[in-house]
Nanobody, 121 residues
Framework: QVQLVESGGGLVQPGGSLRLSCAASGGTFRTYAVGWFRQTPGKEREFVAA????????HYTDSMKGRSAISRDNAKNTVYLQMNSLKPEDSAIYYC??????????????WGQGTQVTVSS
């Protein structure tokens, strides 16, 4: 099984940037598709971005296209989410997720504990 630990969240002003990191351990990272989801109180968890296990294909939710970039470093067992031009509506707990497949499914098997992102002036 793989364990996931997110970092990099925090408070940022509107228009600012953050880079989230997710460090994986306990599994063969390169065999997992990974991605990011987010959740705000009272709402369902929503998909943000995903990357295939070899890193060749990425996918984003429409609201994050052009403002974010997901990447992975299989040598470091880490996946990143660079977010730019952040808006207050991007505020949420961001979760890293992984699944032992080429593509990340809607309900991955493994989840991190989450990192809070707050966009506010």
């Amino acid at each position: 099984q793989v364990q996931l630990v997110e970092s990099g969240g925090g408070l940022v002003q509107p228009g600012g940037s953050l880079r989230l990191s997710c460090a994986a351990s306990g599994g063969t990272f390169r065999t997992y598709a990974v991605g990011w989801f987010r959740q705000t109180p009272g709402k369902e968890r929503e998909f943000v971005a995903a990357i295939t296990r070899a890193g060749g294909v990425t996918h984003y939710t429409d609201s994050m296209k052009g403002r974010s970039a997901i990447s992975r470093d299989n040598a470091k067992n880490t996946v990143y989410l660079q977010m730019n031009s952040l808006k207050p509506e991007d505020s949420a707990i961001y979760y890293c997720a992984a699944h032992a497949s080429v593509f990340l499914p809607a309900n991955p098997d493994y989840w991190g504990q989450g990192t809070q992102v707050t966009v506010s002036s």
